[in-house]
């Protein structure tokens, strides 16, 4: 199974503030992003289209055309709890630097895991898997979902996580096989 995966573009909030599941609204460049990122995916033969149900990721999967989409609560970014809509310059420094540290087993309060984040990523892979062997899947998603499935895919630690650059309305395609996955392209 080819999993194509699409980071939503660009969104309609200050730079420097804390939003993982907040279901923040896409940028007033939208149209713009849109376009560029379904020049990136439109010669793809899909099977089938999943997306977070945060409207930036549903108003992408619209915006590009694409028809059939599922919203599955699993692709959702992380939950960054009561952090969530905080300037990040405001969260108190020594438990942001500990949480930094440890973002994979350690989780902003009321929030979660880097780790339950790729638990989620995983669960929603291998339901696919069985679904569409031999197919072709695209997913509308974040920035955290798609490094937590990279990261899978490479059999990497988490602590490593924020080495990978997922630009908004980027393209990421991971490639599952019988006896090895693989990734195909990663921020295009």
Known sequence: ?????????????????????????VAVSFMQEAAVTKEKIQHLPLNAVFTSPLQRCVKLAHALGLKEISHDERLKELHFGDWEMQAWDDIPRDYFDEW???????????????????????????????????????????????RAMVAHVLNMQLKG?????????????LEFGEEMSKINFVNR
């Open 161 to 173: 996580l924020f080495r990978i650059n997922i630009d908004y309305g980027s393209v990421t395609q």
């Open 100 to 146: 930094a540290q440890n973002y994979a087993h350690m989780a902003p309060p009321n929030g979660e895991t880097f780790g339950e984040l790729q638990v989620r990523g995983v669960a929603f892979i291998d339901e696919l898997l069985h679904q569409y062997r031999n197919q072709h899947v695209l997913v509308v998603t974040h920035g955290g979902m798609i």
């Open 1 to 25: 199974m080819k999993m194509t995966l699409v980071r939503h573009t660009s969104l309609q909030i200050p730079a420097g503030v804390c939003y993982g599941q907040t279901d923040v609204d």
